[in-house]
């Protein structure tokens, strides 16, 4: 066996302290050797610089998803991610359609008439909480009728997946008490739509077609859904948090990107390299490997850090900036390689039309001088609530 180098340090992307500044702790690590250990959750490895990160996302072969990608391993396999080609390709083929840019475009006025409508709940008052009134019931009300979670059912789902994401380690009790729930309920929707009429949409593409050349049960459509659900409720809406936070702490930038003088395709790069809203995933090494300075050996487990990649200054110089005019497209915050987070097109949609809409009906929203956002802690890192105040302005749908 080779010489081991890495640099051990404690980390544990599920503690609130170090969740608070995980940026600190890369950057410690990339500073001496860069690949770090920590003895957490039963031990792992991590890159710190864009190039491993990258690799780790990249190579499937030599750092496999089939063993789970969250850390500690979810009790239930999430579909397709927790496969690698050939069968990802095959199931990512199926479902594409979905998620492309023209699918994306042909829902942009739905999802505009979400934004304003949550707006429209807060903009006569001068003031808002902008988390749970506008970012993360904006993902529930847009992506829970995609699926067809019908509306009384929204709210609750919606809050019993985020409770998940951030709380399943620190409460594994309470954990399988929500996965067993949020199961039941999911899996009797698939049930429901065997008997109703077809639609052309995900859910009934997920109990239609053919996956790897097999019909899938309602347990393994429970199982993509839950995935589609994770991505868009918790990561999207800490992007948005995030970029609205920036904005409301330089206005310059809002001038800016009202003025054109920064596109805002160029600008939301930024924004999701800035925010990095998932900033880890697992991936288990099959063979041993050097990366980033040090050794791997089969079975050793990895957590790839879209946070560290984002914020290696070898990359992206100044990297802790927001700068809106640097060119981020390389960002890791949607990884890289066959995994390629599938909903990125609608991220960057409801990102783009969420920080669009408050700038044309609540420009001068600000947040109080010395504010510090608490951040949860998780595979996600978003920002638990944020007091924002603006000029009141009036609503665009009647009462």
Sequence with gaps: MSARKFTQIRFNHYDPEIMQDPYAVFAEVRSKCPLGHSDELGGFFFPTTYEGVKRAFSDFRTFTSTDGTGLPRQPLPLLPVDLDPPVHTAWR??????????????????????????????????????????????????????????????????????????????????????????????????????????????????????????????????????????????????????????????????????????????????????TTPIQALRRMATKEVEIDGGTLYPGDQLLALNGAANRDPAKFPEPEKCILGRDATDHMSFGSGAHVCIGRHFARLMLGTCLKTMLARAYDFTVEDGFQPEYTPSEARAIKSLPIRFTPGNRVHAV
Aim: charged share 25%; glycine share 6%; proline share 3%.
């Design 93 to 274: 083929r199926t479902l594409n359609r979905f998620f492309t840019v023209e699918a994306a475009e042909a829902d942009r006025e739905r999802i505009q008439q979400v934004a304003d409508t949550l707006i429209d709940a807060f903009i006569e008052r001068g003031y808002a909480d902008a988390v749970n009134e506008l970012t993360r019931p904006f993902l529930a009300m847009s992506m829970l009728p995609v699926i067809g979670v019908p509306l009384e059912d929204r709210v609750e789902l919606g809050n019993k997946l985020l409770w998940l994401v951030h709380n399943r380690v620190v409460d594994p009790e309470g954990g399988m008490k929500v996965y067993n729930e949020i199961g039941v309920y999911l899996t009797e929707l698939a049930a429901k739509r065997r008997l109703a009429e077809q639609r052309d949409d995900l859910l009934q593409c997920l109990i239609t077609q053919d996956f790897g050349g097999q019909k899938l049960d309602d347990g393994q459509v429970y199982q993509v859904l839950l995935l589609t659900l994770f991505g868009a409720l918790d990561s999207t809406s800490s992007a948005m948090s995030g970029s609205l936070l920036h904005l409301a702490r330089h206005p310059e930038d809002k001038a800016r990107l009202v003025k054109g003088e920064v596109e805002w395709p160029v600008a939301l790069d930024e924004f999701i390299r800035f």
